[in-house]
């Protein structure tokens, strides 16, 4: 099995239609590490509705404290991740110009600096798989695989982003992106 393991970090995940009823329904996930111990994940279009400064209580600047704050996953939902792009970033862990950060010291460094290409987005909790779960959950279709992109995780109406993901994929998932949020209405 470890000789045909291929790491999905970078990619996006997006439901494939069989996720109704759960956390996942209708989400785009970024993979942000995978490898034979599991997977880790933030889903990049669930708002809380809240703003950073809401719910982290730390000085940092008004700038941060605005942010709109993510629901990245349902597990540990009090854990902070951000996703920090910029163009001089060199040393980046999911791809590149992207680092993932858990560090509360350094998002509020993030917040302090000023850089006119750097792009923030906070989340609470993330989304978590073990050793082979995600990998089942893609031989059942649960997950349509899509490349990611900077323009895609840091899209300003993330409320489409589901549908728009879709619609691009071709026919067969543009119908799946038409499907109403609720069956009976159609």
């Known amino acids: 099995m470890a000789d045909n393991f291929k790491s999905l970090k970078g990619q996006l995940l997006l439901d494939g239609g069989k996720l109704r009823g759960s956390f996942f329904h209708r989400t ?3 993979i942000c590490q995978h490898d034979s111990e599991g997977a880790l994940g933030l889903v990049l279009n669930r708002a809380s509705g809240k703003e950073v400064g809401e719910l982290i209580v ?3 600047p008004d700038g941060l404290k605005k942010q709109p704050l993510f629901l990245g996953g349902p597990v540990q939902p009090a854990a902070l991740s951000y996703l920090h792009s910029d163009d001089f970033l060199l040393n980046t862990n999911v791809m590149p110009k992207l ?4 560090s ?3 998002l ?13 987005r906070v989340f609470a909790g ?9 990998d089942d959950e893609l031989k059942r279709d649960a997950w349509v695989p899509h490349p990611a992109s900077l323009e895609i995780v840091f899209h300003a109406k993330s409320t489409e982003l589901w549908q728009m993901i879709l619609r691009q994929k071709g026919w067969k998932y543009r119908l799946l992106s038409q499907t ?3 069956l009976s209405w159609n």
Do not use: C, K, R
């Open 180 to 182: 109403p949020e609720d």
């Open 99 to 102: 680092n993932l950060g858990h």
């Open 104 to 106: 509360l010291d350094d």
């Open 126 to 134: 993330y989304a978590g798989w073990s050793p082979g779960q995600l």
């Open 108 to 120: 509020v460094e993030i917040g302090q600096s000023f850089s006119s290409t750097q792009q923030l």
């Open 28 to 30: 785009v996930v970024l």
């Open 58 to 60: 730390a000085d940092m």
